[in-house]
C-alpha cells in the first residue's frame, strides 16, 4: 500500500489519492502539440462540443419522448414542441447537431486524407475514428427511427431490407432485425435501445480509443514535418516559448480550440433558429403509414454518398458495391502505399486522386437525393463507377509516388 | 510562414455550400413541381357586372331554401338537423353562411351558388350528365335576372358577416376547412372544439359521434382528409397556400374542392395552421436573438483570449 501523509491542502489531498497533477501534466499542460498546424486541427474539439450538444439536448428529449408507434409522434411534435417548455429548443438543437456533426466529421476525415494523417503509426487514429464514423452513422439512423414519421418509417423499410441481401433472399434476417414483418413496434423499440443505450455507449468508448491512439504517434502537422517531440517540449519548458516547435495542449492550443469552437457555433446556432430545415425533413413531419408510399424516399444527406453507389447498379452488384463503400475508407492506411507523410498536394498523382474524391463525393451525395431519371441516372451510375475505381488504382499510384 | 488559413477556410465553405445547394434547394426544385400563386383572383370565373341589394337578397334567401340545408346562425337560423345526419345525408355538413360574405369571394361566391360543381372544381366527380349530382343544388333563379338575383343574395350575406379584419384564424379555418379536417393538436374535430367532459363515458360518446361523421365523410370524399396539425412543418407556407387557391394545381383529380376563401382569409388560415404546428415560432425568434448576440460575445473573448496566450509561442 502506498505511504500517505497528512494532507497539507485540497490539492494536496487529492494529488496523493488521484494524482491529480499528473494527469493535469500528461492530458493538458504537457501534452505537445506541433505549432504548424491550421483551424482544421480544431475540428476534434468541435466534435466533441457537438457530440456534448446532442448528449445534453438528447437527455432532456428522453424525458418526454415516448417509444411506442402509437404515441411516439405525438410525443415529439405535440408534447415536445408544444406543452415543454423550450422542448422545441432542444429537439431543434438536437435534429440540427445530428446533422452538422457529420458535416464536421466529413472535413474532419478529408483533413486526414490531406495530409497523411493515417500513415506511419497513425493507423489506428484512422481506423479508431472510422469505427466513430460507423458508430455515428448507426446512431444517426437509430435517431432517425424515433419520431415515427413517414420517413422514419420507410427508411426503416428500405434500410432493413438491404439486409435480405439481394438474391440471398434472407428474408427471415430481416425479420430478425424487425422483430415483425415490417416496421412495428418491436422494431421502435429496439431501435430506441440502440439510439439512447448501446450506441452512445459505444460512441464514448470508441471515442476513448479515438483519443488514446493520438497519444503516442502524436498530432500530425501540415507540413509533414517529423518533429522530435520530447527535444521540442524540453526547449518550450526551459523558457524558449517562441523558438519551440510545439507548444501545450491547453492553454495554448484550447484558446485556438474555443476561437474556432466560438465562430463554429455562431454557425450552428444561426441554423438551430434560422435555417432547420435542411436537417428535419418536412415529409418526417408526417406520421407513419404504411399503407402511403411517400413520393421520394432519400435518406438525410451525409447517407447520400452510398446511397447512390447502391442504387444504379442491379441488385446483387449494388449490394456488392455499396458493402465496398462502406468499408474501404477503413483500408485507407494499407492501401495507401507511399512512403510520404506529407500534404496532397506534393504527392504529384495523389492530389488528383484526392480533389477527384471530394468532388465525385458532393456529385454522389447530390445525384442520391435527386429522383432516379435520367440525366441524373446516368451521372450517378459513372459516379459510382469512379468512385470504385479511385480505390483500386490507389495502391498503384501510391507504390509509384517518388519519395519527397 | 505565409497563413494559408483564409484559402482553406474558403475551400472548405465552397464546398459544403455546394453540396447544400445541391441537396437542398436544386433537389427539391427537381422533386417537386412549382406552383404560381394565382393571387386569389379567380380568374376562370364570370366577374360579377350588377350591384347587389342587401334587402331584396334576404329575401331571395328564404325563399330559395337555402335554410333547408345551412344555418345562418346571424340571422336566427339555427340548422336543420345535426352535424352527424347532415353529414349522413349531404357527405358534409354544409357550413353556416353567417360569415360566409366575410371569409369568401364574392366572385366566388357567385359562381358557387349558380353552379357549385365548376366553381368548387369538382366536376370531375359531379357530372351531372351521368347523374352524378352536386349536394348543394344548383340556384336556378326565382323568375328575374338571375344574375341580379344572386348579386343580392351575396351582398345580404356580405350584409350580416363580421367585417373581414374581425374574421379569426380560427374562424377562417373552422369554417372553410374545419367541417372535413380535424387539427387534433388544437383539439379540433370535424364536429367542432372537443368539449371537456367530465365522465369518460361522455368523452367516448362524442368520440364516437366524430366517428360517424367521419364514415360519411369518408363515403364522400374517398378517403378521410387528414388532420392538419403539423401541415405548416411537413407542407410549407407556399404550398398550402396555392394548394387552398386551387388544390387540383397540385393535385388533378382530386376530391378536395376549392373552397373559394379571399387572399386574407387563406392567409389567416396559414396562420391558423401556424398555431397548430408551430406555436412556438414567436418565441424561437426572441430566443434565437439572444442566443446569437450571447455566442458572439463568447466568440469575440475566445478571440481575445487565444490572441493572449498566443503572443509569448510566436
Not at chain 1, 447520400?304 to 446483387?316: A, G, Q, V
Request: hydrophobic share 50%; glycine share 6%; proline share 5%.
Amino acid at each position: 500500500m502506498a505511504h500517505f501523509t497528512k494532507a497539507t491542502s485540497v490539492k494536496d489531498w487529492l494529488n496523493q489519492r488521484l494524482a491529480v497533477e499528473k494527469v493535469e501534466k500528461v492530458m493538458m499542460s504537457e501534452y505537445w502539440i506541433p505549432k504548424n498546424i491550421n483551424f482544421l486541427w480544431a475540428m476534434g474539439m468541435v466534435l466533441v462540443v457537438t457530440f456534448a450538444l446532442l448528449v445534453v439536448s438528447g437527455i432532456f428529449l428522453l424525458m418526454y419522448y415516448v417509444p411506442t408507434t402509437a404515441d411516439a409522434f405525438y410525443s415529439v411534435n405535440y408534447t415536445i414542441m408544444r406543452e415543454v417548455d423550450f422542448g422545441w429548443l432542444w429537439r431543434h438543437v438536437h435534429g440540427v447537431a445530428a446533422s452538422v456533426v457529420f458535416l464536421i466529421i466529413y472535413i474532419h476525415m478529408f483533413t486526414g486524407i490531406y495530409y497523411g494523417s493515417y500513415k506511419k503509426g497513425r493507423e489506428m487514429i484512422w481506423i479508431s475514428g472510422m469505427l466513430l464514423f460507423v458508430a455515428f452513422s448507426a446512431e444517426a439512423f437509430s435517431g432517425y427511427m424515433l419520431p415515427w414519421g413517414q420517413m422514419s418509417y420507410w427508411a426503416g423499410m428500405v434500410i432493413t431490407n438491404l439486409f435480405s441481401g439481394g438474391s440471398l433472399h434472407a428474408d427471415g434476417l430481416v425479420e430478425w432485425i424487425r422483430g415483425d414483418y415490417v416496421p412495428a413496434q418491436a422494431f421502435l423499440g429496439r431501435f430506441f435501445m440502440l439510439h439512447v443505450l448501446l450506441l452512445p455507449l459505444a460512441i464514448m468508448g470508441l471515442i476513448g480509443l479515438h483519443f488514446g491512439a493520438l497519444r503516442i504517434p502524436h498530432v500530425n502537422n501540415q507540413d509533414g514535418e517529423e518533429i522530435d517531440f520530447d527535444a521540442e517540449a524540453k526547449k518550450y519548458l526551459d523558457g524558449d516559448k517562441a523558438g519551440s516547435k510545439v507548444m501545450r495542449f491547453a492553454n495554448d492550443f484550447m484558446s485556438k480550440d474555443m476561437m474556432v469552437v466560438g465562430v463554429y457555433l455562431i454557425f450552428f446556432f444561426y441554423l438551430v433558429f434560422y435555417n432547420y430545415g435542411f436537417a428535419m425533413d418536412p415529409v418526417n413531419f408526417d406520421p407513419a403509414d404504411g399503407l402511403k408510399t411517400p413520393a421520394h424516399i432519400y435518406p438525410e444527406w451525409y447517407f447520400l454518398w452510398s446511397y447512390e453507389i447502391l442504387r444504379p447498379f442491379s441488385i446483387d452488384l449494388g449490394l456488392i458495391l455499396f458493402a465496398f463503400a462502406q468499408v474501404i475508407f477503413v483500408l485507407l492506411p494499407f492501401l495507401d502505399r507511399s512512403p510520404n507523410t506529407v500534404p496532397a498536394n506534393r504527392r504529384g498523382l495523389f492530389a488528383i486522386w484526392f480533389w477527384v474524391m471530394l468532388a465525385n463525393m458532393i456529385v454522389l451525395t447530390a445525384m442520391g437525393k435527386l429522383p432516379p431519371e435520367e440525366p441524373f441516372s446516368t451521372i450517378g451510375f459513372y459516379s459510382a463507377i469512379i468512385f470504385v475505381a479511385q480505390w483500386l488504382l490507389l495502391p498503384i499510384i501510391t507504390m509509384f509516388e517518388k519519395k519527397v | 510562414m505565409k497563413n494559408k488559413e483564409p484559402i482553406i477556410l474558403a475551400v472548405v465553405v465552397f464546398f459544403s455550400l455546394v453540396t447544400y445547394y445541391l441537396v437542398e434547394p436544386y433537389a427539391h426544385h427537381v422533386m417537386h413541381k412549382h406552383v404560381d400563386s394565382e393571387n386569389f383572383a379567380y380568374a376562370d370565373l364570370p366577374e360579377v357586372t350588377k350591384t347587389g341589394d342587401a334587402v331584396s337578397g334576404q329575401e331571395l334567401i328564404m325563399n330559395a331554401g337555402c335554410a333547408g340545408c345551412h344555418s345562418i346562425e346571424a340571422a336566427g337560423m339555427p340548422a336543420p338537423m345535426d352535424a352527424v345526419m347532415a353529414a349522413q345525408s349531404y357527405g358534409v355538413n354544409p357550413p353556416d353562411l353567417s360569415n360566409a360574405g366575410a371569409i369568401y369571394d364574392a366572385k366566388f361566391l357567385s359562381s358557387l351558388i349558380k353552379n357549385p360543381a365548376h366553381a368548387l372544381k369538382v366536376e370531375h366527380k359531379f357530372d351531372e350528365a351521368k347523374g352524378q349530382m352536386h349536394p348543394m343544388v344548383a340556384f336556378y333563379g326565382m323568375g328575374g335576372d338571375i344574375d341580379q338575383e344572386i348579386a343580392d343574395m351575396v351582398a345580404y350575406l356580405q350584409s350580416i358577416a363580421v367585417k373581414s379584419e374581425e374574421v379569426t384564424p380560427a374562424m377562417a379555418f373552422e369554417n372553410a376547412c374545419g367541417r372535413c379536417h380535424a387539427v387534433g393538436y388544437e383539439n379540433w374535430t370535424q364536429l367542432g372544439t372537443k368539449p371537456k367532459f367530465k365522465h369518460e363515458k361522455d368523452s367516448l360518446a362524442y368520440d364516437i359521434k366524430v366517428m360517424e361523421y367521419q364514415d360519411s365523410l369518408k363515403a364522400y370524399m374517398g378517403k378521410l382528409p387528414p388532420d392538419l396539425s403539423m401541415y405548416i412543418r411537413s407542407r410549407n407556407e407556399h404550398f398550402l397556400s396555392t394548394f387552398i387557391e386551387n388544390p387540383q394545381n397540385h393535385l388533378a383529380g382530386t376530391a378536395m374542392p376549392r373552397v373559394g376563401v379571399t387572399a386574407e382569409s387563406a392567409e389567416k388560415v396559414i396562420e391558423h395552421l401556424k398555431d397548430a404546428g408551430d406555436p412556438k415560432r414567436h418565441e424561437r425568434a426572441a430566443v434565437g436573438m439572444n442566443v446569437m448576440i450571447y455566442i458572439v460575445i463568447f466568440a469575440i473573448f475566445a478571440l481575445l483570449w487565444k490572441k493572449q496566450v498566443w503572443r509569448d509561442l510566436h
